[in-house]
């Protein structure tokens, strides 16, 4: 019964949404991210991070 609740492995509790900023391949973005309340671990999305880097790139030539 997986849906979008993420679990942390570690702690085993629901991980919730935070505002982080994270690096990721060389591109620093701001996302909102589930991130374990215990440990502090943060799940990244690879898709979501593909996606902000994207839209980084898409910034970045825009200048
Ligand atoms: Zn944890």
């Known amino acids: 019964m997986q849906n979008d ?3 942390c492995c570690k702690c085993n ?11 990721y391949m060389g591109y620093h973005f701001n ?3 589930p991130r374990c309340p ?3 671990l943060v799940y990244i999305d690879e ?5 902000k ?10 200048k």
Do not use: W
């Open 5 to 7: 609740k993420l679990i």
């Open 13 to 23: 509790v629901a991980l919730e949404p935070r505002n982080t900023d994270l690096s």
């Open 31 to 33: 996302a909102t991210l």
């Open 38 to 40: 215990v440990c502090g």
């Open 47 to 51: 898709e979501l991070a593909t996606g």
């Open 53 to 62: 880097i994207a839209q980084v790139e898409m910034q970045l030539e825009d």
